[in-house]
Nanobody, 114 residues
């Protein structure tokens, strides 16, 4: 069974930066199209960025130009560099496959506030 462990969240001021990590085990990570999702308070979980097995990224409009998704296949790890953070980026952030695995990790909380 795949295991997903997100880390790197925290409290940051508007305009600040954070780097999230997602450690993956239980699958051949390099074979999978991966993605970052987030769930703002009181809202549905949403896809924000994805990256194919060759490292090609796709972003939603809400994060395009501010967030950068990347992966290190030899470390079974995916990253999300978040710059120019806004209060509306406040959410719990999760990683998963672009085609969802049956389970989710615990997520990592990001709070953008002054």
């Amino acid at each position: 069974q795949v295991q997903l462990v997100e880390s790197g969240g925290g409290l940051v001021q508007p305009g600040g930066s954070l780097r999230l990590s997602c450690e993956v085990s239980g699958i051949i990570f390099s074979n999978y199209f991966m993605a970052w999702y987030r769930q703002p308070p009181g809202k549905e979980r949403e896809l924000i960025a994805s990256i194919d097995s060759r490292g090609r990224p796709i972003y939603t409009e809400s994060v395009q130009g501010r967030f950068t998704i990347s992966r290190e296949n030899d470390k079974n790890t995916m990253y999300l560099q978040m710059n120019s953070l806004k209060p509306e980026d406040t959410a719990v952030y999760y990683c998963n496959g672009r085609v969802l695995f049956p389970n989710w990790g615990q997520g990592t909380q990001v709070i953008v506030s002054s």
